[in-house]
């Protein structure tokens, strides 16, 4: 009997009692009703080896073992939300969830095999976290080929096995005694995956509420926006002038606060007018925001609205808050004058700018950590202070304890750590990635190893490789059936060698206007990240996320032996500027380019004698080969 709708499963008995031929009828029935289409027939012959094989297992299982007999089977169960990623079959047995997945390869390749493995241990990963009555139960993945023989071992947290074998493992998985969990419950519990930025922003603005994910709430995400929609009520009942920073390691949540506060301030108070936009300098993400939202209205590029409203021009804008994303990297004077003919920086500009505002204004400055990758930004926090001594009316500053002491020039700074987010959201659980960055691009061998480890513990994927081929052909396999699912080839915009591999991060990297389609269309376009054909560089990515990313290694960031060595730039053109520090820009580009990853990574370092000395390195930290 079903359990709903959406849900295709049976007692282990009453489907032991079923033919193949009304299994297999109402399993198409169930597959049409999820997906709208008709299985395909290698679909339908990959059911009847999966049937063949459970049936065998599960009727020597509940021979020897009266408990297995009280479990359920669930078939293609569909993980909400997550738009075709539908492990084959789970288990609810007395006391925990068993995830099988089953592939007919007889002979798969090295990439096959780890992009199978990872999918059935993703799938249970994701269950723990985001499926509502997983979160104490024991869940547990195996990986069955239908197709061979004589395969018994563990892989991480995954035990793969060929047909004879299942049995077996399912022997261990049997717990005799009362039923820890109600089976019923568990197929009817909800299931709130992390969104991406697009899609959280898609549902903001499309009036749809965003999953309860715990995560997030662990991370603070509601508590920072709270504490940003309170300051603001401050500003406006009081008529003064407020500027709030909230800082976070990348992939902590930022943007999403920024963009979630705006659309409160939007929807959800009483006056019920527009008075917030975003704004961010990073033109793929506005680009690929306005693309996912199909409008310009909430968000918009930092540098048009000054452009519009800075150096003392006299048109106001409508909104009195603004988002202003990454607003450490906010463009000094000299980058100003040369760009918009000013010597006004941008901080100072928007200071100027809000005490021009009839009543009150509010600025939220969104900071990221370590992500100053363009000439004209390594001011960084120190150009807001300075703006504030030079503004014409006394500002209240709203910021977390380690960086309230940079605001000496503010009329009065209130302290508040719920405006520090230091988890990292976008690679799920990977709570220690950014750390490993760090330890990594800070050449901290001892205390990389040691941090790459808790990253693999925590279900993040790094893998290396010098096969670009193998590379692609991984995340092609892993996400092969999974429509919502990103993934797509970075690197540096300084990584020359790449054209020697035929990845010409000129010709074939994508510029800002592209990178809406990049990110946002489905994996069968042309135009998609997913078609890995075409390259993002820092400067399109930062502030985005992929799925799983191949990082491109460049030879812009070599491996010495002891310390990162960049090349020294050329002098630049006449009228142009030359970096104050080159090879922390090289750095923070690294830093961005590594910390994109959702699922995780594949750092692809070309087969150039330029490059052995960092494949080494990087192999020396654990990280595992492809191949």
Known sequence: MTVLNDVYAYSVPAFLALSLNEWGKGLRLHHERITGEQPTASQVRAWANSHRVLHSALASVTAEHHAARTWTVAFEYELPRERGRRPDIVLLT??????????????????????????????????????????????????????????????????????????????????????????????????????????????????????????????????????????????????????????????????????????????????????????????????????????????????DFLKQYGAHRQRLPEEHIWVYDEAQRAWDAQQVLEKRGHATSEPEDFLKLGAQMPGWAMLVGLIGEGQEIYIGEEGGLAAWNHALQASDKPWTVHAPAKITSLFSNAKDVITNDALDLTVSLRSHLAEHLYAWVRALLDGETPRSQKLFREVQAEGFEVYLTRDLEMAKAYVQTRYADAYDKRYGLLASSKASNLKNVGLDTWNKGIKQYQAGAWFNLPPSDAKSCCQLTHIASEFVCQGLELDFPIVCWGSDLTWTGEAW???????????????????????????????????????????????????????????????
């Open 94 to 303: 007395t006391d925990r969830v068993v995830v099988l997945e089953f592939k007919d390869h007889p002979h798969p390749t090295s990439p096959e095999e780890a992009a199978h493995t990872d999918q059935v241990a993703a799938y249970a990963r994701d269950l723990n976290h985001y499926h509502a009555a997983s979160h104490d139960l024991p869940i547990h993945a195996a990986l069955v080929y239908a197709g061979r023989t004589d395969l018994n071992e563990v892989r991480g947290h995954v035990r793969v096995v060929s047909p004879e074998h299942l049995a077996s493992y399912l022997a261990t998985q049997v717990e005799a005694g009362p039923h820890q969990f109600e089976h019923h419950t568990w197929l009817n519990a909800d299931y709130a995956p992390l969104p991406t930025l697009v899609s959280a922003a898609r549902r903001l603005f499309e009036h749809e509420p965003l999953p309860a994910i715990r995560r997030a709430q662990s991370a603070g995400i509601e508590e920072t926006v709270d504490a940003l929609i309170e300051a603001a009520r401050t500003a406006h009942a009081r008529g003064e002038h407020h500027l709030a920073l909230v800082t976070g390691v990348p992939g902590a949540g930022k943007t999403l606060v920024g963009l979630q506060f705006v659309y409160a301030r939007t929807v959800k108070e009483e006056d019920g007018e527009r008075d917030a936009v975003f704004l961010s300098g990073n033109g793929p993400l506005v680009n690929v925001l306005q693309h996912a939202l199909g409008n310009k209205v909430f968000v918009q590029g930092v540098h």
């Open 565 to 627: 060595r960049s090349p020294v730039p050329k002098a630049p053109a006449a009228g142009k500027r030359a970096p104050q520090d080159p090879h922390r820009l090289r750095l923070n580009s690294y830093r961005v380019l590594l910390t994109r990853g959702r699922d995780g990574m594949i750092l692809y370092v070309p087969n150039q004698p330029a490059l052995n000395a960092t494949y080494e390195y990087l192999s020396e930290l654990g990280i595992p080969a492809l191949s």
